[in-house]
């Protein structure tokens, strides 16, 4: 099971990496008024041909260590540096809601993060105090389902009944976080 959940995780990480780089390559074109004429290739120039300008060095926001965010995180940072004339390496936060911030700070190029995460940071919303417009959504990865659970004894059964108690919620500044307080 163990080779499995690693196979998975790279194939995640390959397909997340396949959307950054066909997102990035998208994201920056350049016109052709820009770049000077030339008298003998003039009828052979592209107008607003799509050019990929590289940063030299940028860094892809994941989550803790042993979570899927981080190992998609170092797959995608490992093949923008394969691929790409960048440097990109895997940053470990406590997840999409730290790298959201990272990215508003421009401290972060790339991150993961949930789309509920993202909808409340661009909004203003829930943990946010203001709109965090300062990022774009390159693609969608995959699902995640919230779950709560609580032992067979506890006096909790309900969300209602939990309301005011201490909770484990996932790190600080995590997605989980994010769907915890929003639940």
């Known amino acids: 099971m163990g080779k499995n959940i690693k196979t998975l995780r790279r194939f995640l990480a390959l397909v997340m990496a396949f959307g950054v780089v066909a997102g990035l390559c998208a994201c920056t074109q350049q016109s052709s008024s820009s770049a000077p004429p ?65 990215i508003a700070n421009g401290e972060m190029e790339l991150g993961i993060a949930a789309a509920d995460a993202c909808y409340q940071a661009w909004n203003g919303i829930g943990s946010y105090e203001k709109p965090l417009q300062e990022m774009n959504v390159i693609c969608a990865i995959y699902s ?30 995590s997605g989980t976080e994010v769907s915890a307080r929003a639940v």
Do not use: C
Not at 70 to 98: N, V, W
Not at 150 to 167: H, L, P
């Open 38 to 102: 030339s008298a003998t290739s003039s009828e052979s120039q592209t107008p607003d041909a799509v050019v990929a300008e590289w940063p030299d060095f940028l860094t892809v926001g994941g989550g803790s260590t042993g979570g899927v965010f981080f190992s998609a995180a170092a797959g995608i940072a490992q093949l923008l540096s394969s691929e790409t004339d960048t440097t990109a390496t895997a940053q470990t936060t406590t997840g999409g809601s730290q790298n959201i911030q990272l």
């Open 144 to 173: 995640s389902y919230y779950q709560h659970v609580v032992r067979n004894d506890s006096k909790a059964q309900s969300f209602e009944e939990m309301a005011g108690s201490t909770q484990v919620v996932g790190g600080s500044g």
